[in-house]
């Protein structure tokens, strides 16, 4: 059973950076979409960014232009980028496989965006 590990998160002002990583317990070739989930307090939990195993991303209206979506399939990582934060984007943040049957899902790690 494949695991996640995320990290990374923070508090940060808005405007600033954060990158977070997650971890996967077993090679990522055989996963073939990977993707960044959040859930913000009150919210389901949405799908911000993918990535296939080559590397072709899709991104959130929210987030498009502001997130970056990477993996190292060597390192069975994959990182999200995260620029010019907003307050709308305090959550926490998953990452996963994206399709119709998903892994368990791992801790997160809190990214809170605060003046």
């Known amino acids: 059973q494949v695991q996640f590990v995320e990290s990374g998160g923070g508090l940060v002002q808005p405007g600033g950076s954060l990158r977070l990583s997650c971890a996967v317990s077993k090679s990522i070739f055989s996963i073939y979409v990977m993707g960044w989930y959040r859930q913000a307090p009150g919210k389901q939990r949405e799908l911000v960014a993918h990535?296939?195993?080559?590397?072709?991303?899709v991104y959130a209206d929210s987030v498009k232009g502001r997130f970056t979506i990477s993996r190292d399939n060597a390192k069975n990582t994959v990182y999200l980028q995260m620029n010019r934060l907003k307050i709308e984007d305090t959550a926490v943040y998953y990452c996963?496989?994206?399709?119709?049957?998903?892994?368990?899902w791992g801790q997160g790690t809190q990214v809170t965006v605060s003046s």
């Open positions: 990535i296939t195993i080559g590397g072709s991303t």
């Open positions: 996963n496989k994206v399709g119709a049957t998903l892994a368990p």
